[in-house]
């Protein structure tokens, strides 16, 4: 392919791209293929000539579409959203164009450079504390600052190895050799709720320390009365606490988890205090859901992803830390082939030093045309506009009166089941079984109808539905379709009792 036929065929592609999300909600959400589908129409090698694009095109849509499930459609309410938008998409472009490897400042320096500036400009956006700031306000170098990320997932286990350096270097200024210290690191403990994301149990897998998952209460937050107690019992079996995790806006419910509290404890303990938001950071970019987030002013390092709910494509995991020093010494690695920068000022830095990879690409693009290209008032028109519809559903499911809401409507998540009375005969209660299995139809149901996608999950053995909107491309028409098949859905289930 010459730039003659690039150039004609990106315009088809483009065409394409934009056929696409014109008529995405008038395909079902959720592919119906089954496993194994591909393999079965594909080639068993790769061809041995030159195939055309016409081919490949065709293939497209008849081979590789029926296998999607559209996660920017509007009426897919499944997991949270993974925003796209068309400014992202053209950044996305541009950096496919760049193709760049950007382990340090000389690979590419305005990649560096516009990563340090949108990280900045991201963290204020959202209200961030100073000392996350890559650059002070005076133009020098801070001590903190941000790094785009893959996934949250990725952020976990980068600053879960940060708060084990921060742990060894305090025992080895107890008077601990380097070697004693690093005996010590099987006694390390990381402190998760049980409605932590996975990518924390994950992150400990992958470091190889403990973990205490610490119970939550009725309203399934972390609070420092429970992380004190665990950490207690552990330090009475001689293990060593290092690192706990709070979560603004859990999987399950959005839970808020008691953040000045998680902070008290953390301080005292000389552990390393991360914050997860990877979906609900994004609202913060509205003032007022910050008071919601009270406490993180004092966290060790803050993450949400920009892919979930803030218009930029995957992937874009914005994570910050206070003090990037037990990040950089845990993660570099001096090798001659990494020529640094003649001139270090605060605009040079190693971002490989900062993430698990070498190689990086240029992420911050995408990001700087969207914060761009929106504005701070059209992201948070966006947000407003996601909380809105979640807060109408809930109200209509209400006034339904066969449904009950069981975690607070907070952010763009609505999570209810069909209530006891709903479904229980006249002769008889209804037993949380039934009513679990009532619940399980009722998405199932929803689900087979093939308009829309959505969810179920589990609250301490209760069956939830979970309705979670924030598409890109979503409208109240969306909204007012998921009221009307949850409607339709709870009626068969009730009439098959």
Request: glycine fraction near 8%; charge should be negative; aromatic fraction near 10%.
């Amino acid at each position: 392919m010459d730039v003659n036929e690039f150039r004609r065929r990106g315009k088809e592609v483009v065409d394409a791209i934009a056929d696409y999300y014109e008529n995405l909600d008038n395909v079902p959400p959720l592919s119906a293929v089954s496993p194994g589908y591909l393999y079965k129409i594909m080639p068993n090698e790769a061809p041995e000539d030159p195939e055309s694009f016409e081919d490949i095109q065709a293939d497209i849509k008849t081979k590789i579409m029926p296998g999607m499930t559209h996660w920017q459609s509007g009426n897919f309410f499944a997991w949270f959203p993974s925003n796209s938008s068309f400014p992202a998409i053209l950044g996305d472009m541009y950096s496919s164009m760049f193709n760049i490897v950007g382990f340090n400042w000389i690979c590419s320096p305005a990649a560096t450079e516009l990563e340090t500036v949108v990280m900045d400009w991201l963290g204020k956006l959202v209200g961030l504390d100073k000392r996350y700031m890559g650059i002070k306000d005076d133009g020098t170098e801070g001590t903190g600052g941000g790094v785009i990320q893959g996934t949250a997932s990725e952020a976990h286990i980068v600053v879960m190895i940060a708060g084990r350096e921060k742990a060894l270097e305090r025992l080895k200024a107890q008077g601990l050799s380097e070697d004693d210290a690093d005996k010590m690191r099987y006694k390390f403990v990381a402190y998760f709720s049980d409605q932590t994301h996975s990518a924390g149990q994950k992150a400990a897998n992958i470091i190889g320390c403990k973990t205490h998952t610490v119970s939550t209460g009725d309203d399934l937050r972390l609070t420092k009365q429970a992380l004190q107690a665990a950490i207690a019992a552990d330090k009475a079996a001689g293990l060593i606490p290092f690192f706990v995790c709070g979560t603004f806006g859990t999987t399950n419910t959005t839970a808020i988890d008691d953040l000045p509290g998680i902070a008290e404890v953390a301080e005292s303990e000389h552990m390393w205090n991360h914050v997860d938001a990877a979906y609900a950071g994004a609202a913060l970019v509205c003032p007022e859901f910050r008071p919601l987030a009270a406490g993180i002013e004092r966290a060790d390092s803050f993450n949400f992803n920009a892919h979930k709910w803030m218009l930029t494509n995957f992937d874009c995991s914005a994570l910050w830390v206070a003090d990037s020093t037990h990040l950089v010494n845990a993660l570099s690695i001096h090798r001659e082939y990494f020529p640094p920068a003649e001139d270090s000022t605060s605009f040079v830095k190693n971002y490989r030093d900062w993430q698990l990879p070498l190689g990086r690409r240029f992420r911050a693009l995408k990001l700087w045309f969207v914060l761009r290209m929106y504005g701070a008032s059209g992201i948070r028109a966006h947000i407003r506009e996601h909380v809105r519809q979640a807060k109408w559903l809930e109200e209509k499911l209400l006034a339904d009166g066969r449904f009950e809401i069981l975690a607070p409507t907070v952010f763009g998540l609505v999570v209810f089941r069909l209530k006891a009375s709903a479904i229980a005969k006249s002769d008889q209660d209804t037993n949380l079984e039934s009513l679990n299995k009532a619940n399980t139809d009722l998405v199932a149901y929803c689900n087979e109808d093939g308009r829309l996608f959505m969810l179920s999950t589990q609250l301490k053995g209760v069956v939830a539905v979970r309705v979670a909107i924030g598409s890109s491309f979503g409208t109240q028409k969306n909204v007012d379709l998921v009221l009307d098949v949850l409607k339709e859905s709870a009626s068969r289930v009730i009439a098959e009792l």
